[in-house]
T-cell receptor
Framework: KAGVTQTPRYLIKTRGQQVTLSCSPISGHRSVSWYQQTPGQGLQFLFEYFSETQRNKGNFPGRFSGRQFSNSRSEMNVSTLELGDSALYLC????????????FGPGTRLTVL | KNEVEQSPQNLTAQEGEFITINCSYSVGISALHWLQQHPGGGIVSLFMLSSGKKKHGRLIATINIQEKHSSLHITASHPRDSAVYICAVNTGNQFYFGTGTSLTVIP
């Protein structure tokens, strides 16, 4: 069974631009969560999607948004990029919400110049 | 205020040693996860716990819900165990992460 895939793996953008990252979960998994990892703040929860609905959201500004499609694939979008958005963005999928074991993708490393 | 505290932050061990990493949390949880992250970023979920104890190979994870504390033990440590170990809690609405424990096992 294929693992969680994320595209692109690396991305360089400039301040003010927007970016869309994609996550394909493990087949059959319905929950997709997104996380941001930076050296200063560590791992932080962005949001969780289940059955095309955002179920939970972390403490991030509205510039960070996402969606989930009927095939469980998910995208996250960051608008008006800031230097501080440079980070590793990870998605994880699980069969169910809440107590399901999470399987992480390799991440997308975003650099904002 | 950190919802999840891990200790130690850094740990160096000789191959074969028994290792313990601790995690304390301050929120009500539905589950606690132990994650392993190798250089390069890939994260692997080691355990998901809501009570008691789990064992997988040389790894053992325990949780005490009343004391809001969990431990990850590595028996007979090996250089390939060198990684960052991260404790994460799921409150049902949010995930909170510890800052991680960087483990180096020396041959």
């Amino acid at each position: 069974k294929a693992g969680v895939t994320q595209t692109p793996r690396y991305l360089i953008k400039t301040r003010g631009q927007q970016v869309t990252l994609s996550c394909s979960p493990i087949s059959g998994h319905r929950s997709v969560s997104w996380y941001q990892q930076t050296p200063g703040q560590g791992l932080q929860f962005l949001f969780e999607y289940f059955s095309e609905t955002q179920r939970n959201k972390g403490n991030f500004p509205g510039r960070f948004s996402g969606r989930q499609f009927s095939n469980s694939r998910s995208e996250m979008n960051v608008s008006t990029l800031e230097l501080g958005d440079s980070a590793l963005y990870l998605c994880a999928s699980s069969w169910d919400r809440g107590t399901g074991t999470q399987y992480f993708g390799p991440g997308t490393r975003l650099t904002v110049l | 205020k950190n919802e999840v505290e891990q200790s130690p932050q850094n740990l160096t061990a000789q191959e074969g040693e028994f290792i313990t990493i601790n995690c304390s949390y301050s929120v009500g949880i539905s589950a606690l996860h132990w994650l392993q992250q190798h250089p390069g970023g890939g994260i692997v979920s080691l355990f998901m716990l809501s009570s008691g104890k789990k064992k997988h190979g040389r790894l053992i994870a325990t949780i005490n819900i009343q004391e809001k504390h969990s431990s990850l033990h590595i028996t007979a440590s090996h250089p390939r165990d060198s990684a960052v170990y991260i404790c994460a809690v799921n409150t049902g609405n949010q995930f909170y992460f510890g800052t991680g424990t960087s483990l180096t096992v020396i041959p």
